[in-house]
């Protein structure tokens, strides 16, 4: 009965501003923590500062993993709003602890992974309201709003800790979080129509209906959606490791100050936003779905070999604009292995791709870690080298970026792949209704998951689709 009564609570129509704005508010709390987490994991652990953060990420990533999927399975059963109070919930919970007690925040985030699966029923949640044609537009926005999140939140909270303490920043990423989870119970609406759904919580079911491996034994069979879920391992694996240590890694081997990586971060960030909203719409239209992808991993090839070659500020710089333009490729993604799945099973399928990304996330980090290793790159500090080297006082490498290179390796491998997936044309055959009801509902079943009258049309489309 609780969850019946969190889905009537709500104003208006399920709308894309509903998910940027959840998204928004969960990642900007996050980010704001971006400086204090470092200082309270190198407090917390200092002499394995890098392995247990390692650690850390790599049980959540492997948690995520293993609940996505079912997650995201199980909201195509009882509906989203239920399932994203859920996981924006759990996500934030660990926030309040970092100054209340380090080792129960970082024990919480670690097994936090198991419901720290938003994005899978986010993505879910906009394939309920938009159509075929307005979903990449719409993953596009979503994902360009994460990206915004981090543009500005580490920087306010750097300055924030900087000038009145840690205490104070984790105080306001926690009120930011409390409003986000208020705003998911009290705002949100749920966007999976009645007849996908049970009629409630209490209602009696069989487990043929509720078995949310169903519907992942089904998706797995689906050899499109496999050659999707091979091309995202390949090409998330490096870009996870890459965040790990990137900014360690411009600061101590290309001597960059804490105010160019600041700038850097920005620039990306910003470059990234409009790939993802204007760029991505002009390519979807001009090029395609599968064509989108295919040049989003060439960018990210690119990006990659220049990251692991470049020895210079510059190319740093330059491929800092080529790495945002590869920002295109998860929107992109998202939307293909929308459109090839059905409607009742795009939970399911969202829940894969970002369990696989959970995975990355937590392989990705210590697969950079330990080839900085293998090739004597060391990254010890918290913060850019006081002095950096000036030239000709060290040897510098042929190959100042081991792992990057190792990464423009992998994503060769997604290449290959994704040239294997089928160019989606024309829409699959829809099965909405099969799960619970059978008998169609006024407007026809091919309408089962769009929106019913000119009403719900979203504002936030209308531009980017002419």
Request: with cysteine; net charge negative.
């Given at each position: 009965?609780?969850?019946?009564?969190?889905?009537?609570?709500?104003?208006?129509?399920?709308?894309?501003?509903?998910?940027?704005?959840?998204?928004?508010?969960?990642?900007?709390?996050?980010?704001?923590?971006?400086?204090?987490?470092?200082?309270?994991?190198?407090?917390?652990?200092?002499?394995?500062?890098?392995?247990?953060?390692?650690?850390?990420?790599?049980?959540?990533?492997?948690?995520?993993?293993?609940?996505?999927?079912?997650?995201?399975?199980?909201?195509?059963?009882?509906?989203?709003?239920?399932?994203?109070?859920?996981?924006?919930?759990?996500?934030?919970?660990?926030?309040?602890?970092?100054?209340?007690?380090?080792?129960?925040?970082?024990?919480?985030?670690?097994?936090?992974?198991?419901?720290?699966?938003?994005?899978?029923?986010?993505?879910?949640?906009?394939?309920?309201?938009?159509?075929?044609?307005?979903?990449?537009?719409?993953?596009?926005?979503?994902?360009?709003?994460?990206?915004?999140?981090?543009?500005?939140?580490?920087?306010?909270?750097?300055?924030?800790?900087?000038?009145?303490?840690?205490?104070?920043?984790?105080?306001?990423?926690?009120?930011?979080?409390?409003?986000?989870?208020?705003?998911?119970?009290?705002?949100?609406?749920?966007?999976?129509?009645?007849?996908?759904?049970?009629?409630?919580?209490?209602?009696?079911?069989?487990?043929?209906?509720?078995?949310?491996?169903?519907?992942?034994?089904?998706?797995?069979?689906?050899?499109?959606?496999?050659?999707?879920?091979?091309?995202?391992?390949?090409?998330?694996?490096?870009?996870?490791?890459?965040?790990?240590?990137?900014?360690?890694?411009?600061?101590?081997?290309?001597?960059?100050?804490?105010?160019?990586?600041?700038?850097?971060?920005?620039?990306?960030?910003?470059?990234?936003?409009?790939?993802?909203?204007?760029?991505?719409?002009?390519?979807?239209?001009?090029?395609?779905?599968?064509?989108?992808?295919?040049?989003?991993l060439g960018f990210q090839l690119f990006q990659l070999a220049w990251y692991g070659f470049g020895s210079e500020?510059?190319?740093?710089?330059?491929?800092?604009?080529?790495?945002?333009?590869?920002?295109?490729?998860?929107?992109?993604?998202?939307?293909?292995?929308?459109?090839?799945?059905?409607?009742?099973?795009?939970?399911?399928?969202?829940?894969?791709?970002?369990?696989?990304?959970?995975?990355?996330?937590?392989?990705?980090?210590?697969?950079?870690?330990?080839?900085?290793?293998?090739?004597?790159?060391?990254?010890?500090?918290?913060?850019?080298?006081?002095?950096?080297?000036?030239?000709?006082?060290?040897?510098?490498?042929?190959?100042?970026?081991?792992?990057?290179?190792?990464?423009?390796?992998?994503?060769?491998?997604?290449?290959?792949?994704?040239?294997?997936?089928?160019?989606?044309?024309?829409?699959?055959?829809?099965?909405?209704?099969?799960?619970?009801?059978?008998?169609?509902?006024?407007?026809?079943?091919?309408?089962?998951?769009?929106?019913?009258?000119?009403?719900?049309?979203?504002?936030?489309?209308?531009?980017?689709?002419?």
């Amino acid at each position: 009965m609780l969850f019946k009564h969190i889905r009537q609570r709500s104003v208006g129509r399920a709308r894309v501003s509903h998910a940027v704005a959840v998204i928004f508010l969960e990642f900007f709390s996050w980010g704001l923590l971006t400086t204090p987490m470092l200082t309270v994991l190198h407090e917390t652990f200092p002499q394995h500062t890098f392995l247990m953060n390692g650690l850390i990420q790599g049980v959540k990533g492997l948690l995520s993993f293993m609940s996505a999927p079912l997650i995201g399975a199980l909201s195509d059963i009882w509906g989203r709003k239920s399932f994203l109070l859920l996981t924006v919930f759990f996500t934030c919970a660990p926030i309040p602890l970092m100054r209340i007690s380090p080792w129960w925040f970082f024990a919480l985030m670690s097994v936090s992974g198991l419901f720290s699966v938003t994005f899978s029923v986010i993505f879910a949640y906009v394939a309920d309201i938009t159509e075929e044609h307005e979903r990449s537009t719409a993953y596009g926005l979503v994902s360009a709003t994460f990206a915004a999140s981090l543009v500005t939140s580490p920087a306010i909270g750097a300055f924030l800790s900087a000038q009145y303490g840690d205490s104070l920043v984790v105080l306001l990423a926690t009120i930011i979080a409390v409003a986000d989870i208020l705003f998911v119970l009290l705002v949100v609406p749920e966007s999976l129509p009645d007849k996908m759904r049970l009629s409630s919580w209490g209602f009696p079911i069989s487990w043929a209906q509720a078995d949310p491996f169903a519907s992942l034994r089904k998706v797995g069979k689906d050899s499109t959606v496999l050659l999707i879920c091979v091309t995202v391992f390949l090409s998330y694996l490096p870009e996870a490791g890459q965040y790990s240590s990137f900014f360690l890694y411009l600061g101590q081997v290309i001597n960059f100050s804490s105010e160019a990586i600041a700038a850097y971060i920005a620039m990306v960030g910003i470059l990234s936003i409009i790939a993802q909203t204007l760029l991505l719409s002009i390519l979807m239209k001009r090029i395609g779905n599968k064509s989108t992808v295919l040049l989003g991993l060439g960018f990210q090839l690119f990006q990659l070999a220049w990251y692991g070659f470049g020895s210079e500020p510059w190319m740093m710089w330059a491929a800092g604009t080529v790495a945002a333009m590869s920002s295109i490729t998860f929107p992109a993604v998202s939307a293909l292995v929308s459109h090839c799945t059905d409607h009742d099973q795009q939970g399911a399928v969202q829940g894969m791709i970002t369990g696989i990304r959970g995975l990355c996330n937590g392989l990705g980090p210590a697969l950079f870690g330990f080839i900085f290793f293998l090739f004597n790159v060391e990254l010890k500090e918290m913060s850019p080298v006081p002095n950096p080297i000036t030239p000709g006082t060290e040897e510098k490498s042929v190959i100042p970026g081991p792992p990057f290179l190792f990464g423009a390796c992998t994503v060769v491998l997604a290449l290959l792949v994704a040239v294997f997936i089928p160019a989606q044309h024309t829409p699959v055959v829809k099965t909405c209704g099969a799960r619970v009801m059978t008998e169609p509902v006024s407007g026809g079943p091919e309408n089962a998951s769009v929106p019913a009258s000119d009403e719900d049309n979203e504002p936030l489309l209308q531009d980017s689709s002419l």
